[in-house]
């Protein structure tokens, strides 16, 4: 991989009141890297994940998104950021093409509803209301109107957080797609697997700290390398494996 | 009743062409517009703000719940204040059959007078008495004229023509027969000095002054352009904004480049629009259905009320941006319009109130929109005449938006 960086943030630091919440993390990401922020609730992930889309004060320390620095340029960083939402919504009573119309506009830009829609295969929804979608087809609208503008990084916050596991593997699909356009893509979950399977690396956040950062290869390995044995030995297939097997991996909706 | 059919048929016809346009008409999509004309960053400034305009007003179309609040709601207020106040019509007149049973040219001279007489309405269709009686009976007739055969004639022994002519009326239509027979006498009066030369020392002649009185209606109608307003500039972001919120819609659109100021002057425009027809049909309401007398001039009027819906809207937008949920929304809401819905002369006139509370309530915000829409519509006035409205509803949307601007919150 050409290490060519594309976001950087340096001791970042946020307070709410008395409790720090985010306590001066530091890490680069690479162009074109899919990078996991994982921890449990109230670790600091969407906080930090917050402060770097512009959408959260930053109390001290720095945020560098593809040259542009996110506390003085908070409006030029977010011209070349796409944020997908943990729950993505959109106002009813609104066809498709016209919210992917609607968030073209906001960048002032004149977009191709169409095209936009094929990529994330709703082109045959593209004439019905917003309100009609499930949770999975939400989330691909909400990529596509997150994808108008073509950013260079890509926020994911929960992105396949309740969604059946067809959704699941058709979203990492997309996310690799996406990759492969050289979008930087940062995302944070909570499910190890879709980390494992997903991110080229991963940090792990605790009480607003960074307590782990590499490859999920590489932490799985220096795990086993401490003498780490799990109670049962893996199998070679797990449930979801059989019931992705049994039922397909076409999108139910 | 004309311009309303009028209306609703163009209203079908657009629909209908909207409806076939997006069911048989697919364009091709251009290959690929993503960057095709560049535009310069205010063109594109004002691109966004024209997207958010279209699809906005679209979407209040799609709601029939949107719908109802914003245009049969004022209605169904115009029609219960229209039935109460408007009916007080002061031009009285007489329906009435007319039967010539006499030849003379007198006669005929009379029957096209009373014709073209302002309180008369001549039925047309009775020939007879026997049909007038029957029509006076079911109440489509309030009472019939009946010239003899003698009318008009010059009897043998006189030197002028003379004759008597018979109003008749039913036991429950006694006054509007009296008011035709004295109606009768006034006309008979010019007629007879013309034969019979008469001195009338003493005479009383009616003086129309070239002024307009306005009627409680208009007052009330004012009022209600005034009701409507406050739906659509105020109820309808303080229902909206606390929804969007709560759904992360308005907080997705903080994570693009948009600005308040692109999203208020969008929503200003489309609340605009919607406003003027909504208002609009209320304005073919009273004019068809209550007779109001609109001698403004409309492009006036229709200016006036968009000042007024976009001053009004600040209202909503500081109340509905600011507030973080509904429990928020509609108690600060309630507190802001109810006493401006009542004190600014939307139910009942405010010269009907006391002389304190009249003075009070032409500081509130909509007063001023209300009093310059009913000297516009009906009083009489143009534009360059109600300054003192267009400063203080200046000087409130200065107000307004100032704290609009800064009480926004995207989520």
Not at chain 2, 81 to 96: L, M, P, R
Not at chain 2, 333 to 356: A, H
Request: proline share 4%; aromatic share 10%; with cysteine.
């Amino acid at each position: 991989m050409s290490k060519v960086m594309s976001v950087a943030v340096k001791n970042l630091r946020k307070h709410y009141g008395d409790k720090e919440a985010v306590k001066g993390i530091s890490f680069e990401i690479s162009r074109g890297e899919i990078f996991g922020i994982l921890g449990p609730n109230g670790a600091g992930k969407t906080t930090t994940l917050e402060m770097m889309e512009a959408m959260r004060s930053i109390d001290s320390g720095q945020v560098i998104i593809e040259g542009i620095d996110v506390t003085t340029h908070a409006e030029d960083v977010k011209r070349i950021i796409g944020v997908q939402p943990q729950s993505p919504a959109f106002q009813d009573k609104s066809k498709l093409t016209e919210i992917i119309e609607l968030f073209g506009a906001a960048y002032g830009e004149r977009v191709s509803p169409m095209t936009l829609l094929e990529e994330v295969q709703l082109a045959d929804k593209a004439g019905s209301y917003t309100e009609t979608l499930s949770g999975g087809q939400k989330q691909r609208l909400s990529i596509a109107a997150a994808l108008v503008h073509n950013p260079k990084v890509f926020f994911m916050d929960e992105p396949t957080t309740g969604l059946d596991p067809q959704a699941r593997h058709n979203l990492w699909d997309l996310v690799g797609q996406i990759q492969k356009k050289g979008v930087t893509v940062i995302i944070t979950t909570h499910y190890m697997d879709e980390a494992e399977l997903l991110c080229d690396r991963v940090a792990i956040m605790d009480n607003g700290e960074i307590i782990a950062l590499d490859t999920p290869k590489h932490l799985i390995g220096s795990l086993l390398k401490k003498g780490f044995t799990k109670q049962q030995r893996v199998e070679q297939a797990n449930l979801e494996d059989v019931f992705i097997n049994l039922t397909g991996k076409g999108l139910r909706e | 009743m004309r311009v309303i059919i009028v209306v609703v048929v163009a209203l079908i016809i657009v629909r209908l062409a909207y409806w076939a346009k997006s069911r048989y008409w697919h364009p091709k999509e251009q290959a690929s517009p993503q960057y095709s004309k560049a535009m310069t960053p205010w063109q594109k400034k004002f691109f966004t703000v024209s997207v958010f305009t279209r699809l906005n007003t679209r979407r209040f179309f799609r709601d029939r719940l949107a719908i109802f609040f914003g245009i049969l709601f004022p209605l169904i207020f115009l029609f219960v204040f229209g039935g109460i106040y408007g009916s007080s019509n002061n031009n009285v007149t007489i329906d009435a059959g007319v039967i010539n049973r006499s030849s003379s040219r007198i006669a005929s001279e009379f029957i096209s007078n009373a014709k073209s007489a302002k309180v008369i309405k001549v039925d047309k269709s009775v020939t007879t008495l026997m049909a007038a009686e029957n029509k006076m009976i079911r109440g489509q007739l309030d009472a019939t004229i009946v010239l003899p055969p003698s009318f008009g004639v010059v009897a043998s022994h006189q030197t002028y023509p003379s004759g008597q002519a018979e109003v008749y009326y039913t036991n429950n239509s006694s006054q509007a027969g009296q008011t035709l027979v004295s109606v009768l006498e006034a006309e008979f009066q010019g007629l007879n000095a013309k034969y019979v030369p008469v001195t009338t020392p003493f005479t009383a002649v009616g003086k129309e002054l070239n002024q307009k009185s306005l009627t409680e209606f208009d007052y009330i109608f004012s009022g209600l352009l005034g009701f409507s307003i406050i739906g659509i500039g105020i109820f309808g972001p303080i229902n909206v904004f606390p929804e969007l919120k709560k759904q992360g819609i308005l907080r997705r659109f903080h994570t693009t480049p948009i600005k308040v100021w692109q999203y208020f002057v969008s929503m200003a425009a489309s609340q605009a629009i919607i406003g003027l027809i909504s208002l609009a049909v209320m304005f073919i309401v009273a004019i068809s259905v209550f007779h109001i007398k609109v001698i403004g001039n409309y492009a006036e009027i229709a200016i006036f009320l968009v000042f007024g819906i976009v001053m009004i809207l600040g209202i909503g937008l500081a109340i509905g941006g600011w507030a973080r949920n509904e429990r928020q929304a509609a108690p600060l809401g309630n507190i802001v319009v109810f006493p401006m819905m009542f004190l600014s002369g939307t139910f009942f006139p405010r010269y009907l109130m006391p002389d304190w509370l009249q003075h009070i309530s032409s500081y509130l915000p909509l007063t001023p929109i209300i009093d310059g829409a009913r000297l516009l519509t009906t009083g009489g006035q143009s534009l360059t005449q109600i300054g003192s409205q267009l400063g203080a509803m200046a000087a409130w949307l200065i107000i307004i938006y100032v704290i609009a601007f800064r009480v926004f919150r995207w989520e």
